[in-house]
């Protein structure tokens, strides 16, 4: 087992969308202040071959992938303290996946969310029984192995993630589990799920949750302009502008309310009571939002004009992360008999 030092916190990013305001408030924001915590050291990584199982695109792989590092650095990650990189760049990670999987029952992976979800659509959607799996590839069935090994490879104790991922956690520390069985406890560490953002789910433009499938989001990073004309997009009832309005039903004010200060929270709902036209609420949020996000804005239009310091911080990221995936790699190559 590795010396005592430092909690070890890992959490990867799946760059298969333009980060939105969702993304903002609900993984970045507490990812960020995690980072913080000066008793924990925490890697931050860009989940581009898990995304290879939905992009397909390179164009488009390429540039997500820039997006997102790019955004988690505007955001405020510093990369001194927190190790920012592409799961590409870590071979070590896909020997131990191979390794995973020889630990690795298929009946868990039978049992998976995403694959699961898969059966489900297809037998809704009324295919033959014997062809359930259809559209299913194997990186989607064995999404949770190559998860595991991200987990494992750097000795992760804490894995902040969203409630739909508390399985593939669970899932990487059976397998985790099943190799110290096999070779003795101390070869592999445990990783436990850390659920943030439970209650933070935020609206979308049409009410539901903000998510990119409903294509109802807030993009982060776009010019001024257009997130106002984002904002004025934001579906609101009839009530006249005299008429006192009800913030708890109003996606205005719902929004409004995950990043306002809260004097500024109040004094909306004062002019929720006293009755405010849509118009002057929806200015009143993009007022909001533009003041918070106008800084990192610049910095992220910065850093995508010039790829190549996004291409450095990665790179810089992944040179360390291999040095800790090296060593587990060989605690691991030792204890299964395979070593040079
Ligand atoms: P999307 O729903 O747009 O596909 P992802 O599933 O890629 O978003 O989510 C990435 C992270 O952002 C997850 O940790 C998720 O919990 C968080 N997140 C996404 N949408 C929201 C939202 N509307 N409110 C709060 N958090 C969100
Ligand atoms: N599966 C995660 C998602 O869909 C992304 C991910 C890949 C991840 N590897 C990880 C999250 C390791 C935490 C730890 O959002």
């Given at each position: 087992m590795p010396p005592a030092m430092a909690r070890v916190s890992l959490t990867g990013i799946k760059p298969t969308g333009t980060p939105h305001l969702g993304n903002f408030t609900g993984a970045i924001t507490p990812a960020l202040k995690l980072a913080d915590d000066p008793g924990t050291s925490s890697y931050y990584f860009i989940a581009d071959y898990h995304a290879l199982t939905t992009i397909h695109d390179q164009t488009e792989m390429r540039q997500l992938v820039r997006e997102v590092a790019a955004t988690w650095l505007a955001c405020g990650l510093d990369p001194e303290k927190t190790v920012l990189y592409c799961q590409s760049d870590i071979p070590e990670v896909f020997e131990l996946a191979w390794v995973l999987a020889c630990?690795?029952?298929?009946?868990?992976?039978?049992k998976a969310h995403a694959y699961k979800a898969m059966v489900?659509?297809?037998?809704?959607?009324?295919?033959?029984?014997?062809?359930?799996?259809?559209?299913?590839?194997?990186?989607?069935?064995?999404?949770?192995v190559l998860m595991a090994a991200d987990i494992i490879i750097v000795d992760a104790d804490l894995v902040p993630v969203g409630k739909d991922q508390i399985q593939h956690v669970e899932l990487a520390r059976d397998m985790a589990q099943r190799l110290n069985n096999t070779y003795g406890a101390d070869v592999l560490k445990l990783p436990e799920a850390m659920v943030q953002g439970q209650d933070e789910t935020l609206p979308g433009l049409d009410g539901r949750k903000m998510s990119k499938s409903y294509g109802n989001t807030l993009p982060l990073f776009v010019p001024a302009k257009k997130l106002k004309k984002a904002v004025n997009q934001i579906v609101t009832d009839s009530t006249p502008p005299e008429a006192p309005k009800d913030p708890a039903s109003s996606t205005v004010f719902k929004i409004y309310e995950k990043v306002a200060t809260p004097a500024q929270i109040e004094e909306l709902r004062g002019r929720y009571a006293e009755g405010i036209g849509w118009g002057h609420a929806k200015a009143a949020l993009f007022e909001v939002l533009d003041a918070q996000l106008s800084g990192p804005r610049a910095v992220y239009e910065e850093l995508m004009a010039h790829p190549e310091r996004i291409d450095e911080v990665l790179h810089d990221g992944a040179a360390r992360v291999r040095t800790t995936a090296q060593a587990v790699l060989g605690r691991v190559r030792e204890a299964i008999g395979i070593q040079r």
């Open positions: 630990f690795c029952p298929k009946g868990w992976m039978n489900q659509k297809n037998r809704d959607a009324g295919q033959d029984a014997d062809d359930l799996d259809a559209g299913v590839g194997m990186g989607l069935y064995t999404y949770p």
